[in-house]
């Protein structure tokens, strides 16, 4: 180990002015329960303080047009390298991103296909831009290059032809006023309104649908007896035009969601759904054309490469190549570049992907180590790399493949600092920082920083309990031993979904079942299928609402009844009639969203507020106790809690708003109390603070309850849903559901619900799931982790293999 990184006084978050000293040249584990603040030091302070320096050497006019970084709020750092981290979150990955774009992988294939490949006679040479769909000159002319095309339809624009138009027949209209003043276009050109659709005349209805003319006319709006409507120019746009520019213009994914919905979805015409034009798709190597090649899993393409590159060694020898052999050695160039590159993703256990997969397609865990493959590949050294959780997602089995990478990035000349939870990853690290010993307020301290031994001595670490032994199930079953006894069956015959085909299997109820496999084996792909084929037969389907993803291009719409491939039939008692799934993706997009909000409990609080005297007397109804709203938010900030102050040539900065210092609401708001709190002060309580504060208003001790339970009692009640991890925004989905004692059955679906957790809240987390069966639902979730197999009531296990080699059930037993 050669020197220290030596932190000094990191106060960031919740850290307690905290001083460590971390060996350089190694593999250092940062632990602690989650929201300890192991990432406040590994990202926000070590990173962080990397990135301010690196922004202090930019000229200050440059420095404006750099993304802000976060103030370590450290009082030194010494002996710090430059830094790469490497964080769970999608970054940068689009809707046109791919795993071929992310590892930059695709950029060499490309350049193999137009330098090497086979050109039909007479075909000019292509540059590796027309190989991409990316480029206007490889983009399919039909498509833009992603391979489906939306066309509006009488049918998709207009679900139920009985209705008027008046009564909304033309579904893909804007609602509100815009809707409105299409309608009283139509009835002011002379159509009748009030008639239903299919009465219409063939020539009328296709004109209202699908008319490129935008006639303007003068409307005179129904009077309304409360105000005076006066006339106006009304400019008609055919619904047809009105889903084309929303799809096209539109920079809201929910708008362009909605407007899917309104069209029908088909492979493009123009390249059959092949992303590229005909002469790029023309070019072949290796008998396979480079959308073929893409398709492939990455562990068959290298092959492949491999087999070919050893045929170009045999037949032209491995020497400087003469004239005659000019293509052979740029073959071979190209060849050991996209090798190297392959076996890397090979050896990180993500061979069952393949290159043209979209990244909004591969979870956060495979997304982080598609980056690392990059990274190992870049030749870096005397750098640190924080990495989040590497080994999430990953199949006990390929984590040797994983800390040998990592320590081949040591071996290089560099640090690995690693955020982990997986306690088989610490055990075979160099060094361990364990956080804590609690969550929130309760954390932030330094319980050790040595070799693992140390760790094991250290009792005051919730971690250290975990390090020799990961599965505790009388944490999680109590003094149950033996699995529950389904109350029934749910028989799911013929789903098909992405790796899944044709797949049958017997669902056991009022029990929790853990589907497990290797990575790639279909698992969630199952749970897709469950989800649409369950769902299509029942009528309560729910998707816990969440921050939409950016919507992918090409796609038609949610998953539902129209996409379901299979059959369900059901045997004994207990069977669903709810489906619900729970994912980890955000739970809202603005610091606006917070914990209290999304549970719902602040209605609740609000309208206890609004019942006081004080709010009486001055006629202040609920929405006077919210921020979000014009009467209840602080003018000066409306509601932010901090204003902007621009500097000259400086990067802009923030500041607590000098009139409601932070408190972000109104100061009438702040003036009427509960119980002696303000509603500022209820939002700055944490949730086990608010469980005693709020006890008398039941809706919202439920909520309190719920999220205590499965370990958020550190979190405020004002945290910003966009300052949580996915971990944390998934159980606040569950809490949500929880605290709803709903009696019907239903069927829970979760994916890799232990992501990001300690194994202290992973405990906590599965003895709530278990409760779910205990009251009569059934809990079916993908994963890997040891508790959850070591505890579930019976156990799927998908496989044999990842991707083609995957989808089928390898067994299905109780455990």
Request: charged share 20%.
């Amino acid at each position: 180990m050669n020197g220290l990184i030596e932190v000094r006084g990191a106060r960031l978050h919740n850290l307690r002015d905290v001083d460590v000293d971390l060996p350089r040249d190694a593999l250092v584990a940062v632990t602690g329960v989650s929201g300890s603040g192991k990432s406040s030091l590994a990202f926000g302070t070590i990173h962080g303080e990397s990135q301010r320096r690196y922004l202090d050497s930019v000229a200050p006019y440059a420095r404006r047009l750099l993304h802000t970084a976060v103030d370590p709020q450290v009082r030194d750092v010494r002996g710090l390298p430059p830094t790469v981290a490497l964080e769970q979150g999608r970054g940068a990955a689009g809707a046109r991103s791919t795993v071929g774009t992310v590892t930059t992988t695709g950029s060499t294939l490309r350049m193999l296909w137009s330098r090497c490949g086979d050109y039909p006679a007479g075909a000019p040479r292509l540059d590796s831009d027309h190989f991409s769909a990316n480029t206007a000159v490889g983009a399919c002319p039909g498509c833009g290059g992603v391979a489906v095309v939306h066309e509006p339809t009488e049918d998709s624009m207009v679900p139920d032809p009985s209705l008027s138009i008046a009564e909304g027949a033309i579904a893909a209209w804007p609602g509100a006023w815009l809707g409105k003043n299409y309608r009283d276009i139509v009835a002011t050109l002379g159509h009748d309104i009030d008639a239903p659709w299919r009465e219409l005349s063939a020539e009328t209805r296709r004109w209202i649908l699908f008319t490129d003319e935008q006639p303007v006319v003068t409307v005179v709006p129904t009077r309304d007896a409360d105000r005076i409507n006066r006339p106006y120019q009304g400019t008609f746009s055919s619904a047809a035009r009105y889903v084309r520019r929303t799809l096209a213009e539109s920079r809201s994914a929910t708008a362009r969601r909605r407007m899917l919905r309104f069209v029908q979805t088909s492979p493009c015409p123009t390249c059959e759904g092949r992303r590229l034009r005909p002469d790029a798709l023309a070019v072949r190597w290796g008998g396979l054309a480079i959308d073929e090649a893409a398709a492939l899993p990455v562990e068959e393409l290298l092959r492949r490469l491999q087999e070919r590159r050893r045929r170009v060694d045999d037949e032209h020898g491995t020497g400087t190549a003469s004239t005659g052999q000019a293509a052979a050695q740029a073959e071979r160039v190209l060849l050991e570049d996209l090798v190297g590159r392959l076996e890397l993703l090979e050896d990180l256990g993500l061979g069952h992907l393949s290159l043209g997969r979209p990244a909004t397609g591969v979870s956060a865990g495979e997304l982080q180590r598609l980056r690392l493959a990059t990274a190992l590949r870049s030749g870096l050294f005397g750098v640190v790399y924080v990495l989040d959780e590497p080994s999430a997602g990953l199949h006990p089995r390929d984590v040797d493949q994983l800390v040998a990478l990592l320590r081949a990035l040591v071996e290089a000349g560099n640090t690995v600092v690693v955020v982990e939870h997986d306690m088989a990853v610490v055990r075979r690290c160099d060094w361990v920082v364990d956080v804590g010993p609690g969550a929130g307020r309760e954390g932030g301290e330094l319980l050790c920083s040595g070799p693992v031994s140390e760790l094991a001595a250290t009792t005051a670490s919730p971690t250290a309990a975990f390090l020799d032994e990961p599965v505790h199930p009388a944490l999680v079953l109590g003094e149950r031993t033996g699995p529950r006894p389904p109350t029934g069956t749910l028989a799911l015959r013929g789903l098909h979904r992405h790796t899944v085909r044709g797949l049958d299997l017997d669902l056991p109820l009022g029990v929790v079942t853990v589907v497990n496999g290797i990575s790639g084996s279909g698992k969630t792909s199952l749970l897709d299928a469950v989800h649409d084929v369950v769902g299509a037969r029942l009528a309560t389907v729910e998707d816990l609402p969440d921050a939409a993803d950016e919507e992918d291009e090409g796609q038609g719409g949610a998953p539902g009844a129209a996409g379901a491939l299979g059959q369900v039939g059901t045997s004994g008692t207990g069977a669903p009639r709810r489906v619900v799934r729970i994912t980890q993706r955000p739970i809202g997009r603005t610091p606006r969203s917070t914990l209290a909000t999304y549970t719902g409990l602040w209605d609740a609080v609000r309208k206890a507020f609004a019942a006081t005297p004080e709010a009486k007397a001055l006629r202040f109804g609920p929405g006077r106790f919210s921020f979000n709203t014009t009467a209840g938010q602080c003018p000066e900030c409306t509601g932010e809690g901090a204003v902007a102050i621009e500097l000259l040539f400086l990067p802009g900065a923030y500041a607590p708003c000098p009139r409601c210092r932070g408190a972000r609401f109104a100061e009438e708001s702040l003036a009427v109390t509960w119980h002696g709190h303000t509603v500022a002060d209820l939002l700055a309580m944490t949730v086990r603070e608010a469980r005693e504060a709020l006890d008398g208003i039941p809706p919202a001790a439920r909520a309190l309850a719920a999220l205590d339970a499965l370990g958020l009692g550190y979190l405020t009640l004002g945290q910003p849903a966009t300052e949580l991890s996915g971990g944390e925004a998934q159980r606040i989905k569950l809490a949500t559901e929880l605290q709803k004692q709903r009696r019907s059955a239903t069927l829970y679906l979760f994916d890799e619900p232990t992501t990001g957790l300690h194994p202290a809240d992973v405990h906590r987390l599965l003895a709530q799931l278990h409760a779910l069966a205990d009251g009569g639902h059934t809990v079916l979730l993908a994963e890997h982790d040891p508790v959850a197999v070591a505890t579930a009531d019976h156990l799927v296990e998908l496989g044999p293999g990842a991707g083609d080699a995957g989808g089928r059930v390898v067994s299905s037993a109780p455990r």
